[in-house]
């Protein structure tokens, strides 16, 4: 009987267990194996490969070593302005860290997340201003950031934009929302060789259109921050029919009864969407961006295929960074771009899940 | 084992002598094999249109896949050293043939090619059969295409405008800078005084070498180019390389406004629609040039070995030096020329661990594709890819002819190769464990950077000292020297 009862308590970690250990070996696994990798020297030999330990040598050589132009940049000279900008951010954590401990809900794991987020932040606005003055270049890191930063940003306000046009009671709506969602159903590196194509302007459907304007003789692949621009136009092009689709739903969503009541009391468009719409989509909102974030620190597909990474290492997204790494058989560099690109979108994404997130489901609460 | 291993050997190199009679045995069937190569149409095209005749004759089904060319060195090495295997042959580049051969993933083909009477060995000029095939004395490819980099020029435009062939690469700027902007098309557009593919990650870190070549090296083949032979000390930070460096950079001023995104397609097809004056390139030009189809410049092109310099490095002071008697023995009318072999011509080698009939199905296919019934033809079509290397190929004119070339381009575009081939003072391209890394991760990138006006000369060649000394250091300094030298001929 007791024997019985023992089995029936166990029943439930046994039936999991088989899962569990799956899932432990194909998520931990790849990630100790890559751990080690970074660590490591890779060199495939007869039979196999032979791997050899070099510490942190891996890291020394992205940090401060041959390849910190790559990784971090080639750094600048900071201006007074940028003293400044840094000396604002630094009183800003400051303060966020002060508003956290003088609250009376502070925790020793809270204070170590945010000391961790507020130093990386510091660390990546310094590095960002260090390599974007002359005669500095940003490395795969910072043009990350921007990637992430400037793109996600760009798609909120489009995405957001699109889906209060679509909620609104228009005719023909239901076919724009179609039209607005197939970029999102192609293959990424079919809109990556279509964007190639469009963006073409020696040869592309609108090259009629630039030689109007006389910009023929321009390559916007030759200058960096064009090529940039085009990257995350591109991008844009791909990922904000999924911001428009999720932020859709929650705008249509929205409690129908408050914003009549609104618009019979006199309010207008702007009050509304201030008042009523953007406190009832916000944690929806704020979860969309969240996963946005999370695959903007992956993008590889696109500066692959419309630049190469180009012109120089000038579009050179950490994903293709670490590829390129791979593709020529450096296997330990690797993995030592890929675990701080893990390091930093982690940090980042559980930054902005505390910080941002979660307090738009307090509010709604 | 060693009469079974013969007995194979013989088997297959009797039928790859059997291949052009006609109704033999089909000793073949039912056996495929994968071979390898870069995404084309160059190369991968000959080998996709003769797989199924080779078929029909053998009965060997040749499966050809492709893959980037950035990453073809990668994916071949994976596959052999994992053990996974699925690719049974590769054309590739000859110097990787370092990194493939040291862990023993290439077959032995010395004794097979040895055999072969149909492949008429000797026929191959004895650059490629003795140096661009081999490794430590022994053969492990099987030429299938010739690699020089030339200059060509638009001959109508040079005439109308009183300029002569660049023996220098001051010439070449100066007939650049000279026809940049004049319609060479007809189309009233101005056109483009030099087109050359400057794209990363793609196939254009070797044209820094051919303009490097003429400043660095002046005392005949076994000097090198890329490292003191001596020291193994890089020689990329020097004013010979800086000179080399200039001229680069200062092509693109009268190239097309995207060049530095420009891939070696790209900039033929700009230069045979007749969009620019000059480039530099493979053997492919000569024969593209004349394709009716699609070519606006037949008859008009004009190939020349690669220009060189009047000033050479004087290697104890890294600083350039005039030309005489003792700093430029191989001078020419006082011009230091340094013809690259860049690249080395596509070859096929065969993966050790591929099934024994696999193995002789592929070689068998790699005999019939160089072959002088197959090969000749190849050759003189610009869609392959594959350029002259057979003695033969530069001796029958004819062929040339049938195939669209005027005669006097013919004689042109062959002498150019010949000359190259024949130069006392050619460059041979890098040879070294991780020469890839070298050239393709290193070299690539500060040339890109520099390009781009990420960063100036200087920064450049400290770049790319840095990087080749790093990787000196990770593969042993005194283990590199001596493949170095070796690959040179030096003891």
Same mark, same amino acid.
Request: include cysteine; charge should be negative; glycine fraction near 8%.
């Given at each position: 009987m007791r024997l019985s009862a023992w089995a029936d308590r166990q029943a439930a970690a046994v039936m999991i267990l088989p899962a569990v250990l799956i899932l432990l070996a194909f998520s931990l696994f790849p990630l100790l194996a890559s751990a080690y990798l970074a660590l490591s020297r890779f060199s495939l030999a007869a039979g196999g490969y032979k791997i050899r330990f070099v510490g942190t040598r891996n890291f020394a050589k992205l940090l401060i070593g041959s390849e910190q132009f790559h990784f971090l940049g080639t750094f600048g000279r900071l201006s007074v302005l940028d003293y400044l900008i840094l000396g604002l951010a630094v009183a800003s954590c400051g303060y966020g860290l002060w508003r956290y401990l003088a609250g009376g809900r502070a925790g020793l794991l809270g204070l170590a997340g945010r000391l961790i987020a507020g130093l990386l932040a510091l660390a990546l606005l310094a590095l960002a201003l260090i390599v974007l003055n002359a005669p500095g270049f940003p490395g795969s890191l910072v043009v990350t950031l921007v990637y992430v930063v400037a793109g996600v940003a760009l798609q909120f306000a489009l995405g957001l934009g699109l889906a209060l046009l679509c909620a609104q009671?228009?005719?023909?709506r239901n076919f724009f929302r179609i039209v607005f969602f197939i970029p999102l159903m192609v293959t990424p590196v079919g809109i990556a060789y279509a964007f190639r194509m469009l963006a073409d302007m020696g040869k592309g459907p609108f090259a009629p259109i630039w030689q109007l304007f006389g910009l023929a003789q321009f390559s916007w692949a030759s200058d960096p921050w064009s090529a940039r621009l085009v990257v995350m136009i591109g991008d844009a092009w791909q990922w904000t029919p999924f911001l428009f689709l999720v932020l859709l739903a929650a705008i249509e969503n929205q409690p129908r009864d408050q914003v009549e009541a609104a618009r019979i009391d006199g309010a207008s468009s702007f009050q509304i969407f201030r008042d009523i719409t953007w406190p009832a989509i916000a944690p929806v909102a704020a979860t969309v961006v969240l996963i946005r974030l999370i695959e903007a620190f992956k993008i590889i597909d696109l500066p692959n295929v419309l630049t190469n990474g180009g012109p120089g290492i000038a579009t050179e997204s950490l994903t293709l960074h670490a590829f390129i790494a791979w593709r020529t058989q450096d296997l330990g560099a690797s993995a030592a771009v890929g675990y701080s690109l893990l390091f930093v979108a982690t940090v980042t994404c559980v930054a902005f899940f505390n910080l941002v997130a979660q307090r738009t489901r307090r509010h709604e609460a | 084992m060693k009469l079974r291993a013969w007995l194979s050997g013989t088997a297959m190199v009797a039928m790859a002598s059997l291949l052009t009679s006609v109704g033999q045995a089909k000793d073949f069937d039912g056996v495929t094999v994968n071979v390898m190569t870069f995404t084309g149409p160059q190369i991968a095209e000959p080998l996709q249109r003769r797989g199924p005749d080779f078929e029909a004759l053998t009965g060997a089904k040749i499966n050809v896949i492709t893959v980037p060319f950035s990453d073809l060195y990668t994916k071949l090495l994976t596959d052999w050293a994992s053990g996974t295997n699925s690719i049974d042959a590769a054309v590739f580049a000859p110097q990787w043939m370092v990194d493939y051969v040291g862990p023993g993933y290439l077959e032995d083909l010395t004794d097979w090619a040895a055999a072969d009477t149909a492949l008429q060995a000797d026929d191959i000029a004895p650059f490629f059969r003795e140096f661009s095939q081999t490794y430590n004395g022994r053969t492990y490819l099987l030429t299938l295409d010739g690699d020089f980099q030339m200059v060509y020029y638009r001959t109508d435009l040079f005439a109308e405008a009183g300029l002569t062939a660049p023996a220098t690469w001051d010439d070449y700027l100066n007939a650049a800078k000279t026809l940049h902007g004049k319609d060479m098309n007809g189309d009233g557009q101005g056109d483009y005084g030099s087109c050359i593919? @400057? @794209?990363?990650?793609?196939?254009?870190?070797?044209m820094i070498t051919s303009v490097a070549g003429g400043f660095i090296q002046a005392k005949g083949t076994s000097e090198g180019v890329f490292f003191d032979s001596a020291s193994m000390a890089p020689l990329v930070n020097n004013e010979a390389f800086g000179a080399a460096l200039d001229v680069y950079t200062a092509t693109t001023q009268y190239g097309p406004p995207d060049e530095i995104n420009l891939d070696v397609g790209d900039t033929r097809s700009l230069f045979t629609t007749g969009r620019c004056a000059l480039t530099l390139d493979w053997g492919d030009i000569g024969t593209l040039a004349i394709d009716p189809e699609n070519s606006k410049v037949i008859d008009k092109v004009g190939s020349v070995m690669l220009p060189g310099s009047k000033k050479v490095l004087d290697r104890a002071s890294g600083k350039l030096v005039d030309c005489d008697a003792n700093t430029c023995p191989h001078a020419i009318d006082g011009v230091n020329r340094a013809p690259f072999a860049a690249f080395g011509g596509w070859s096929g080698g065969i993966n050790k661990a591929a099934d024994a009939k696999v193995k002789q199905a592929a070689y068998a296919f790699f005999s019939y594709m160089s072959q002088p019934a197959q090969s000749n033809v190849d050759v003189t079509i610009g869609k392959t890819g594959f350029n002259p290397y057979r003695i033969s190929q530069f001796d029958k004119i004819d062929q040339w002819t049938k195939a669209g070339m005027s005669e006097a381009a013919a004689k042109d575009y062959l002498g150019a190769i010949k000359a190259s081939l024949d130069s006392p003072n050619m460059v041979l391209d890098l040879r070294i464990p991780k020469n890839q890394a070298y050239q393709q991760v290193v070299l690539d990138t500060a040339i890109a950077r520099l390009l781009a006006g990420e960063i100036d000369k200087t920064a450049a060649m400290q770049a790319i000292e840095a990087g080749w000394n790093e990787l000196n250091e990770d593969e042993g300094v005194d283990e590199q020297l001596g493949f170095y030298k070796a690959t040179l001929g030096q003891k």
């Amino acid at each position: 009987m007791r024997l019985s009862a023992w089995a029936d308590r166990q029943a439930a970690a046994v039936m999991i267990l088989p899962a569990v250990l799956i899932l432990l070996a194909f998520s931990l696994f790849p990630l100790l194996a890559s751990a080690y990798l970074a660590l490591s020297r890779f060199s495939l030999a007869a039979g196999g490969y032979k791997i050899r330990f070099v510490g942190t040598r891996n890291f020394a050589k992205l940090l401060i070593g041959s390849e910190q132009f790559h990784f971090l940049g080639t750094f600048g000279r900071l201006s007074v302005l940028d003293y400044l900008i840094l000396g604002l951010a630094v009183a800003s954590c400051g303060y966020g860290l002060w508003r956290y401990l003088a609250g009376g809900r502070a925790g020793l794991l809270g204070l170590a997340g945010r000391l961790i987020a507020g130093l990386l932040a510091l660390a990546l606005l310094a590095l960002a201003l260090i390599v974007l003055n002359a005669p500095g270049f940003p490395g795969s890191l910072v043009v990350t950031l921007v990637y992430v930063v400037a793109g996600v940003a760009l798609q909120f306000a489009l995405g957001l934009g699109l889906a209060l046009l679509c909620a609104q009671p228009l005719k023909g709506r239901n076919f724009f929302r179609i039209v607005f969602f197939i970029p999102l159903m192609v293959t990424p590196v079919g809109i990556a060789y279509a964007f190639r194509m469009l963006a073409d302007m020696g040869k592309g459907p609108f090259a009629p259109i630039w030689q109007l304007f006389g910009l023929a003789q321009f390559s916007w692949a030759s200058d960096p921050w064009s090529a940039r621009l085009v990257v995350m136009i591109g991008d844009a092009w791909q990922w904000t029919p999924f911001l428009f689709l999720v932020l859709l739903a929650a705008i249509e969503n929205q409690p129908r009864d408050q914003v009549e009541a609104a618009r019979i009391d006199g309010a207008s468009s702007f009050q509304i969407f201030r008042d009523i719409t953007w406190p009832a989509i916000a944690p929806v909102a704020a979860t969309v961006v969240l996963i946005r974030l999370i695959e903007a620190f992956k993008i590889i597909d696109l500066p692959n295929v419309l630049t190469n990474g180009g012109p120089g290492i000038a579009t050179e997204s950490l994903t293709l960074h670490a590829f390129i790494a791979w593709r020529t058989q450096d296997l330990g560099a690797s993995a030592a771009v890929g675990y701080s690109l893990l390091f930093v979108a982690t940090v980042t994404c559980v930054a902005f899940f505390n910080l941002v997130a979660q307090r738009t489901r307090r509010h709604e609460a | 084992m060693k009469l079974r291993a013969w007995l194979s050997g013989t088997a297959m190199v009797a039928m790859a002598s059997l291949l052009t009679s006609v109704g033999q045995a089909k000793d073949f069937d039912g056996v495929t094999v994968n071979v390898m190569t870069f995404t084309g149409p160059q190369i991968a095209e000959p080998l996709q249109r003769r797989g199924p005749d080779f078929e029909a004759l053998t009965g060997a089904k040749i499966n050809v896949i492709t893959v980037p060319f950035s990453d073809l060195y990668t994916k071949l090495l994976t596959d052999w050293a994992s053990g996974t295997n699925s690719i049974d042959a590769a054309v590739f580049a000859p110097q990787w043939m370092v990194d493939y051969v040291g862990p023993g993933y290439l077959e032995d083909l010395t004794d097979w090619a040895a055999a072969d009477t149909a492949l008429q060995a000797d026929d191959i000029a004895p650059f490629f059969r003795e140096f661009s095939q081999t490794y430590n004395g022994r053969t492990y490819l099987l030429t299938l295409d010739g690699d020089f980099q030339m200059v060509y020029y638009r001959t109508d435009l040079f005439a109308e405008a009183g300029l002569t062939a660049p023996a220098t690469w001051d010439d070449y700027l100066n007939a650049a800078k000279t026809l940049h902007g004049k319609d060479m098309n007809g189309d009233g557009q101005g056109d483009y005084g030099s087109c050359i593919a @400057k @794209k990363r990650n793609a196939q254009s870190y070797w044209m820094i070498t051919s303009v490097a070549g003429g400043f660095i090296q002046a005392k005949g083949t076994s000097e090198g180019v890329f490292f003191d032979s001596a020291s193994m000390a890089p020689l990329v930070n020097n004013e010979a390389f800086g000179a080399a460096l200039d001229v680069y950079t200062a092509t693109t001023q009268y190239g097309p406004p995207d060049e530095i995104n420009l891939d070696v397609g790209d900039t033929r097809s700009l230069f045979t629609t007749g969009r620019c004056a000059l480039t530099l390139d493979w053997g492919d030009i000569g024969t593209l040039a004349i394709d009716p189809e699609n070519s606006k410049v037949i008859d008009k092109v004009g190939s020349v070995m690669l220009p060189g310099s009047k000033k050479v490095l004087d290697r104890a002071s890294g600083k350039l030096v005039d030309c005489d008697a003792n700093t430029c023995p191989h001078a020419i009318d006082g011009v230091n020329r340094a013809p690259f072999a860049a690249f080395g011509g596509w070859s096929g080698g065969i993966n050790k661990a591929a099934d024994a009939k696999v193995k002789q199905a592929a070689y068998a296919f790699f005999s019939y594709m160089s072959q002088p019934a197959q090969s000749n033809v190849d050759v003189t079509i610009g869609k392959t890819g594959f350029n002259p290397y057979r003695i033969s190929q530069f001796d029958k004119i004819d062929q040339w002819t049938k195939a669209g070339m005027s005669e006097a381009a013919a004689k042109d575009y062959l002498g150019a190769i010949k000359a190259s081939l024949d130069s006392p003072n050619m460059v041979l391209d890098l040879r070294i464990p991780k020469n890839q890394a070298y050239q393709q991760v290193v070299l690539d990138t500060a040339i890109a950077r520099l390009l781009a006006g990420e960063i100036d000369k200087t920064a450049a060649m400290q770049a790319i000292e840095a990087g080749w000394n790093e990787l000196n250091e990770d593969e042993g300094v005194d283990e590199q020297l001596g493949f170095y030298k070796a690959t040179l001929g030096q003891k």
